[in-house]
């Protein structure tokens, strides 16, 4: 959510802004800007809506200079504008700013009576504004930018230029995330890696509460109070080919496809042939310390919430210990009962997900273990838990999470089958069989993803439906919810996902004739359970598509559709059916002619509460 780059060096900053932002397009926005220093003068162009809008009042106006900071926004505090689109300018500064600052109405008012006049209904403008106030004061700019910092209360991060000193960019952070690139007499400044692969993989990871000043000659890095901080540098090892469409229609399509791939790299290194099974480097939580576990809170927002559900059917039923699953936004609400016995696992595919920071805060405020689950190395989550298990998805760029949801739940397979190893709950013949079962996975989704051009010869009769239903059971349950929040990201079907079983207790009132339901039907104990609740639905004229591996001949005659899927061990079976659902949804939208990439409203890395 919103993107920052900035430069500073001697290329011509306009094109390196231009092109890191186009790579954060995936965050989600609503308008962008950019501001360069153009010999001695600050110049400011914005657009509403997309890049290309910008990019046309930039061929109107070209920008030559070799320091700027440019942004795409989403709007928190006034309507998506020209006007409310960064960078914000006050005097002789220019800001850009991600996150939201709380107690912005009372220095507003504050700023006003000193003579400050606002041009936007933004909280960020008043950043540039007390900046320029603590130059008129006296400061310097780098104090004035400290001193204006420590006058908010909330999140940002930001990036800060000055017609006065045109050698120098400074940028800050507090709880919204910001990485430095290192180049050869040059340096960039982003919210997120991929604005900067294609310039260095040499990357510095701001913590919160810290501020860096950068010229041409190089680089320091300070706490808020002016204190030195030796910074190290992080190579990443993503390919920017990683990051582009690979000849695929949407970044989603190719982040479906590239599941196999994510699944494979996510096991690599983790299973061994002795007696321990599994590898997980970077958890930091001992054997001894796994033992005294006596409960575990399981904390995300959204997808990865739906992961933490299947995880709680993974981790109870192989290690024996209660499992709660917290949506990140409710929990630290509720007061919840941690203490140092309990471990609280935190899913976050970006690791900035400010709900889900808030929460891991909780926890540790309460003396609790932490461990993460994430995608992005040296992200805050990843940096601030106990310890991290790393997803190895690469960068997903579509906003609905496809290959970073799949191995997670990778993630919390080898978890689970850790934790069982450890707390000796599951024999070593049961762990052996499913680690075989685990390395068969990446095979098996690739059959599934054969499916891909007959969902989308079928698809076509739902395009005009107003609603879908969802049904699962156990450990499919979670995954019905994941179907349908597909469906609706994308392609702005309202859809429901619900236990198969709880069915008649309201759902079944909306069945007619108008209704696809999608049910997900594996070959296991419960099976024959949800072709009685198949039949229900068809006894009342729903529409059915069938996700299933068993013989399904019998059910052929109820189903508009059967999508069969290769058949696994139960508990991997997640992980398969996951995969038409994220085709349906994909091919749907893409015939509604909606923005499959950056659906509207949404976000990919949800950085404010």
Same mark, same amino acid.
């Given at each position: 959510?919103?993107?920052?780059?900035?430069?500073?060096?001697?290329q011509?900053?306009?094109d390196?802004?231009?092109?890191?932002?186009?790579?954060?397009?995936?965050?989600?926005y609503?308008?962008?800007?950019?501001a360069?220093?153009?010999?001695?003068?600050?110049?400011?162009?914005r657009?509403?809506?997309k890049?290309?809008?910008l990019?046309?009042?930039?061929?109107?106006?070209?920008?030559?200079?070799?320091?700027?900071?440019?942004?795409?926004?989403?709007?928190?505090?006034?309507?998506?504008s020209?006007?409310?689109a960064?960078?914000?300018?006050a005097?002789?500064f220019?800001v850009?700013h991600n996150?939201?600052?709380?107690?912005?109405?009372?220095?507003?008012q504050?700023?006003?009576?000193?003579?400050h006049?606002?041009?936007?209904?933004?909280?960020?403008?008043?950043i540039?504004?007390?900046?320029?106030?603590?130059?008129?004061?006296?400061?310097?700019f780098?104090?004035?930018?400290?001193?204006?910092?420590?006058?908010?209360r909330?999140?940002?991060?930001?990036?800060?230029?000055?017609?006065?000193c045109?050698?120098?960019?400074?940028?800050?952070?507090?709880?919204?995330?910001?990485v430095?690139?290192?180049?050869?007499?040059?340096?960039?400044?982003?919210?997120?890696?991929?604005?900067?692969?294609?310039?260095?993989?040499?990357?510095i990871?701001l913590?919160?509460?810290?501020l860096?000043?950068?010229?041409?000659?190089?680089?320091q890095?300070?706490?808020?109070?002016?204190?030195?901080v030796?910074?190290?540098?992080?190579t990443?090892t993503?390919?920017?080919l990683?990051?582009?469409?690979?000849?695929f229609?949407?970044?989603?399509?190719?982040?479906i496809?590239e599941?196999p791939?994510?699944?494979?790299?996510?096991?690599?290194g983790?299973i061994?042939?002795?007696?321990d099974g599994?590898?997980?480097d970077?958890?930091?939580?001992?054997?001894?310390?796994? !033992? =005294?576990?006596?409960r575990?809170?399981?904390?995300?927002c959204?997808? #990865?919430? /739906?992961? +933490?559900?299947?995880?709680?059917? @993974?981790?109870?039923k192989?290690?024996?210990i209660?499992?709660?699953v917290?949506?990140?936004?409710?929990?630290r609400?509720r007061?919840?009962?941690?203490?140092?016995?309990?471990?609280?696992?935190?899913?976050?595919q970006?690791g900035?997900?400010?709900?889900?920071?808030?929460?891991?805060?909780?926890?540790?405020?309460?003396?609790?273990k932490?461990?993460?689950?994430c995608?992005?190395?040296?992200?805050?989550?990843?940096?601030?838990?106990?310890?991290v298990?790393?997803?190895?998805?690469?960068?997903?760029?579509g906003?609905a999470?496809? !290959? =970073?949801?799949?191995?997670?739940?990778?993630?919390?397979?080898?978890? #689970?089958? /850790?934790l +069982?190893?450890v707390?000796?709950? @599951?024999?070593?013949?049961?762990?052996?069989?499913?680690?075989?079962?685990?390395l068969?996975?990446?095979?098996?989704?690739e059959?599934?993803?054969e499916?891909?051009?007959?969902?989308?010869?079928?698809?076509r009769?739902?395009?005009?439906?107003?609603?879908?239903?969802?049904?699962g059971?156990?450990?499919?349950?979670p995954?019905a919810?994941e179907?349908?929040?597909?469906?609706?990201?994308?392609?702005?079907?309202?859809?429901?996902g619900?236990p198969?079983?709880?069915?008649?207790?309201?759902p079944?009132?909306l069945?007619?004739?108008?209704?696809?339901?999608?049910?997900?039907?594996?070959?296991?104990?419960t099976?024959?359970?949800?072709?009685?609740?198949?039949?229900?639905?068809?006894?009342?004229?729903?529409?059915i598509?069938?996700?299933s591996?068993?013989?399904t001949?019998?059910?052929?005659?109820s189903?508009?559709?059967?999508?069969p899927i290769?058949s696994?061990?139960?508990?991997?079976?997640?992980i398969?059916?996951?995969?038409?659902?994220q085709?349906?949804?994909?091919?749907?939208a893409?015939?509604?002619g909606?923005?499959?990439?950056q659906?509207?409203?949404?976000?990919k890395?949800?950085?404010?509460?």
């Amino acid at each position: 959510m919103c993107g920052i780059v900035g430069y500073i060096g001697e290329q011509r900053a306009v094109d390196i802004v231009l092109d890191g932002l186009r790579r954060l397009e995936y965050r989600g926005y609503d308008s962008a800007g950019i501001a360069s220093l153009e010999q001695g003068q600050l110049v400011t162009v914005r657009a509403e809506s997309k890049l290309i809008n910008l990019e046309q009042e930039l061929r109107k106006q070209p920008l030559h200079g070799s320091l700027a900071i440019g942004h795409t926004r989403w709007a928190t505090h006034g309507k998506p504008s020209q006007a409310n689109a960064h960078p914000h300018k006050a005097g002789s500064f220019v800001v850009v700013h991600n996150g939201i600052i709380e107690n912005y109405l009372a220095l507003k008012q504050q700023l006003q009576q000193q003579g400050h006049n606002f041009r936007s209904q933004t909280d960020s403008e008043i950043i540039a504004h007390l900046i320029e106030q603590q130059v008129k004061e006296g400061a310097a700019f780098e104090q004035a930018v400290r001193q204006a910092l420590h006058q908010l209360r909330g999140a940002y991060a930001i990036a800060v230029i000055c017609e006065d000193c045109p050698d120098t960019l400074i940028a800050a952070k507090c709880g919204s995330p910001l990485v430095i690139g290192q180049g050869q007499g040059e340096y960039f400044v982003a919210s997120d890696i991929p604005a900067m692969l294609s310039h260095t993989r040499e990357m510095i990871f701001l913590e919160d509460g810290e501020l860096a000043v950068f010229s041409r000659q190089g680089m320091q890095v300070s706490t808020l109070d002016g204190r030195l901080v030796e910074k190290s540098t992080k190579t990443i090892t993503w390919n920017p080919l990683m990051a582009e469409k690979g000849g695929f229609r949407h970044f989603m399509l190719k982040e479906i496809h590239e599941q196999p791939r994510a699944i494979s790299d996510t096991l690599a290194g983790r299973i061994c042939d002795n007696k321990d099974g599994i590898l997980l480097d970077g958890l930091n939580l001992t054997d001894d310390a796994l !033992k =005294a576990i006596e409960r575990i809170y399981l904390v995300a927002c959204g997808t #990865s919430w /739906h992961a +933490a559900l299947v995880g709680k059917f @993974l981790i109870e039923k192989h290690a024996r210990i209660p499992v709660e699953v917290d949506i990140a936004s409710e929990f630290r609400y509720r007061q919840p009962l941690v203490n140092d016995r309990t471990l609280t696992l935190l899913i976050s595919q970006s690791g900035e997900t400010a709900d889900t920071l808030a929460a891991l805060r909780e926890a540790r405020g309460r003396q609790g273990k932490t461990l993460a689950i994430c995608n992005v190395v040296e992200s805050s989550i990843a940096r601030e838990s106990d310890g991290v298990i790393y997803t190895h998805a690469g960068p997903e760029i579509g906003v609905a999470s496809t !290959k =970073a949801f799949t191995t997670q739940l990778v993630a919390l397979v080898l978890f #689970s089958l /850790h934790l +069982a190893r450890v707390r000796e709950t @599951l024999d070593q013949k049961a762990i052996c069989e499913l680690i075989r079962e685990l390395l068969t996975l990446p095979r098996k989704v690739e059959n599934c993803l054969e499916l891909n051009e007959e969902i989308e010869q079928r698809v076509r009769p739902y395009i005009h439906c107003r609603d879908f239903l969802y049904l699962g059971r156990g450990n499919q349950y979670p995954i019905a919810l994941e179907g349908a929040l597909k469906l609706k990201e994308i392609s702005y079907i309202h859809a429901e996902g619900y236990p198969a079983g709880e069915m008649k207790h309201g759902p079944i009132a909306l069945i007619d004739e108008e209704l696809p339901v999608v049910i997900i039907a594996p070959k296991n104990e419960t099976y024959e359970k949800v072709i009685s609740n198949l039949e229900e639905v068809k006894s009342r004229g729903g529409k059915i598509l069938l996700v299933s591996d068993a013989d399904t001949t019998q059910q052929q005659e109820s189903c508009e559709e059967l999508f069969p899927i290769p058949s696994i061990h139960d508990d991997l079976m997640p992980i398969l059916t996951s995969i038409p659902l994220q085709l349906l949804a994909y091919h749907i939208a893409v015939m509604k002619g909606t923005d499959v990439d950056q659906p509207r409203n949404l976000a990919k890395s949800v950085t404010v509460e």
